[in-house]
């Protein structure tokens, strides 16, 4: 560290010793400093948390009133008109509101979920309790990330109750549908809602993104060289790369998108009749907007599930008592996905009249990505081979994340072929894909975390009991409910349509859509299970009594069970050795912390 930062280090360790006898009180922390608006990481990890919590309930359940109607087109549920309104007149679901469902189910899930909830909550938990910093490289920037991330819930939230309804035109948004205000009533203010909503949400991850970067580069305890860092700190660290050299792609597409709404432009519109009508817009291009959407989204997903990646690679090495297999490789994979990731993006746009030759190279390059991909498979593979495995519901989730991982993978090279694409795009077998390899697989990631560090969080543990049936039903629910679509997508049976009846090669499909929907049900309530879980433990669960419950080695079970503001209460500890010293010279687990013996083998 700096000369600085070791300064600044001491004094909070002098002002941490003085609070911890009693002497020299400065003030003390009201509620609100503390727990509303705090800048110690831990606590912003934890509203990170929470709030993602909130919002995956919401999206989650939008899924189900959604799959009712593909399910059971037919019939009618009165309690959806106590819920809805006019949006579900006698009990069944208007148009309308079908397609604001789905488009607020997708926004949710892969911004304010998957993204915020799951990279804020453990880049902030993480990033310095395993790096050995007393917190981020400037706390009142990382306060600042989650608030315009609640500012951005609340106009999202807000949408949702808009007399026109939120946003309709899926969680892409393309124009000209989101473009022109007349096109359908979904294209309303709720765009509006939604374009500024996204827009907050943009800064929230580019404060984040820019202070876990800063922290990682910067503040690194003695000794802790970036080859030391456990690989959750690498995935963390190459996420808010994506994040901070996409992300402001994404805002600048949703600033032109609002111009064309309401200034008068034509970035993405041109040659537009509406109602028989010629619009004055001229020269825009919708497939711009495609562009510059993609640009971002391709490495969202990898945004989505590196964090997830690093994560299950620390908690497979900690519960199969092994170092993880290939750690440079395991680095230089995730390196290489950082970079295939901005050079794919219009294997999305295949069907967009690409040209052939330009289609061919991205071809070329989404098929490379899939190398590295699979570099990390065989190395998780590899770890827990022949390893003592402690079978907690962490692990198991680890576990499961590698299966939903090679299976959903798998079906990406059928889609990566611009030829096959052409057949399947818009299909279900595109939801089928996208949902295992990236919803399914991230939430696994996340739920592996959550279990794995909720004592470090909350000095309690989760019930293991209701741990492991939330893994068995939403592992074996996962693939009822997916795996049937690829067959689905493969007959040609398009998405986001709101009734099929009068499409009779797809009437055959009728009894699956009813299997789907009756399992995404049972799913939806053992994630309700979670979440009892989850909030009950908070206050009921087992107290941790140990530092280190799970025997691990690094830094962030050296703090003590409930850890003040600066995680240690003395001097920070220096670091010796790399992160998964496992079943070493005849010892099950060796600290980061402990000095390498002068007769000991150094990795």
């Not at 795009?425 to 295992?436: E, K, L």
């Not at 090669?505 to 939806?524: E, T, Y």
């Not at 600066?566 to 050795?577: L, S």
């Amino acid at each position: 560290m700096s000369n600085e930062a070791t300064l600044h280090s001491q004094q909070e360790v002098m002002h941490g010793a003085h609070d911890h006898h009693g002497h020299e009180h400065h003030h003390e922390d009201s509620f609100i400093s503390k727990y509303v608006f705090s800048m110690d990481h831990k606590m912003i990890a934890k509203q990170f948390l929470i709030t993602g919590i909130v919002w995956a309930i919401i999206g989650a359940f939008f899924s189900v009133l959604f799959r009712l109607q593909l399910g059971f087109p037919d019939a009618t549920f009165p309690w959806l008109e106590s819920i809805l309104g006019h949006w579900a007149k006698g009990g069944r679901i208007t148009p309308e509101a079908y397609y604001a469902l789905v488009t607020m189910h997708g926004t949710i899930l892969v911004f304010f979920v998957l993204t915020a909830g799951l990279s804020g909550t453990f880049s902030n938990l993480l990033i310095p309790l395993q790096v050995g910093a007393r917190d981020m490289a400037s706390p009142f920037m990382n306060c600042l990330s989650y608030w315009f991330f609640f500012l951005a819930s609340l106009v999202m939230l807000a949408s949702l109750f808009v007399q026109t309804g939120p946003a309709s035109g899926g969680w892409t948004m393309y124009p000209p549908l989101s473009a022109l205000g007349d096109a359908s009533i979904g294209s309303k203010i709720g765009v509006d809602l939604w374009l500024t909503s996204m827009a907050l949400f943009v800064v929230s991850q580019l404060l984040g993104g820019l202070n876990y970067i800063s922290t990682i580069l910067n503040m690194r305890t003695k000794g802790m060289s970036m080859t030391k860092m456990p690989l959750t700190i690498w995935s963390f660290f190459f996420t808010a790369v994506l994040g901070v050299l996409s992300f402001p792609v994404l805002l600048s597409g949703f600033i032109l998108l609002l111009m064309d709404r309401h200034a008068g432009t034509s970035f993405y519109l041109s040659d537009i009749f509406i109602a028989g009508k010629a619009l004055s817009n001229e020269g825009g291009s919708a497939i711009l907007y495609q562009h510059l959407f993609w640009f971002l989204g391709h490495p969202e997903v990898y945004i989505i599930i590196l964090p997830a990646m690093g994560m299950v690679s620390e908690v497979l090495a900690v519960s199969s008592r092994k170092p993880i297999f290939g750690y440079l490789a395991m680095i230089g994979s995730l390196f290489a996905i950082c970079i295939l990731a901005f050079l794919v993006w219009a294997h999305h746009m295949f069907v967009t009249g690409l040209n052939p030759f330009l289609g061919a190279f991205f071809v070329l390059l989404t098929l490379l990505i899939a190398v590295p991909s699979a570099i990390k498979v065989f190395n998780w593979l590899t770890t827990i081979w022949k390893g003592n495995i402690r079978f907690t519901p962490a692990s198991l989730f680890s576990i499961g994340f590698v299966s939903t991982f090679i299976s959903g993978g798998l079906t990406g090279i059928w889609l990566g072929n611009s030829s096959i694409d052409i057949h399947l795009h818009d299909t279900y077998f595109v939801i089928a894909h996208f949902h295992i390899v990236m919803g399914v697989s991230a939430f696994f990631g996340m739920f592996a975390g959550i279990y794995h560090w909720f004592p470090k969080m909350y000095g309690r543990f989760m019930n293991n009991t209701l741990g492991y049936v939330h893994f068995w039903v939403t592992l074996a629910g996962a693939y009822l409910i997916f795996w049937p679509m690829h067959y689905e997508g493969m007959a040609g049976m398009p998405r986001r349509y709101f009734d099929y009846a009068n499409w009779t090669s797809f009437n055959q499909f009728n009894g699956l859509n009813q299997f789907i929907s009756i399992v995404v049900i049972l799913v939806f309530a053992t994630q309700l299970l979670f979440v009892f879980n989850f909030f009950y433990s908070i206050f009921k669960g087992r107290k941790l009594t140990v530092q280190n419950p799970w025997n691990a080695t690094s830094l962030e079970w050296t703090t003590p069970i409930h850890a003040g503001h600066g995680n240690w209460p003395g001097e920070i500890p220096e670091v010796h050795r790399w992160a998964y010293d496992y079943s070493k010279d005849g010892r099950e687990f060796i600290p980061q912390t402990e000095p390498v013996g002068p007769n000991e083998s150094a990795h």
